[in-house]
Nanobody, 121 residues
Framework: VQLQASGGGLVQAGGSLSLSCAAS????????VAWFRQTPEKEREGVAA???????SYGDSVKGRFTISRDNAKSTLNLRMNSLNTEDTAVYYC????????????????WGQGTQVTVSS
């Protein structure tokens, strides 16, 4: 499966942003999917994951602010980000796996190219 992330941009602290990830070359319904983020200073961090059956998992730093969803009919993965702060600034990646990888990047085999999210103070 090929993944294409989009929706990144510049937003003020306290604002919201939505990311999308379009999947092609495979049925999204057969994959667990997730969002990760990375900055030059930190290792890749799991943000949110959703299983094939809709079970959701969130990183501690985004719980209550971010919402992951999937639309299998449209082969898209979405991430709604609210109450953004400067610590959320990163390149965001979508990823997919045939098995449940939760928030561990080692558990995912397919990756999108990343989209930059910058939160200004």
């Amino acid at each position: 499966v090929q993944l294409q992330a989009s929706g990144g941009g510049l937003v003020q602290a306290g604002g919201s942003l939505s990311l999308s990830c379009a999947a092609s070359g495979g049925a999204l319904s057969t994959y667990a999917v997730a969002w990760f983020r990375q900055t030059p200073e930190k290792e890749r961090e799991g943000v949110a994951a959703i299983s094939r059956t809709g079970f959701r998992s969130y990183g501690d730093s985004v719980k209550g602010r971010f919402t992951i969803s999937r639309d299998n009919a449209k082969s898209t993965l979405n991430l709604r980000m609210n109450s953004l702060n400067t610590e959320d600034t990163a390149v965001y990646y979508c990823a997919a796996s045939k098995v449940w990888g939760n928030l561990n990047p080692q558990g995912y085999d397919y990756w999108g190219q990343g989209t930059q999210v910058t939160v200004s103070s």
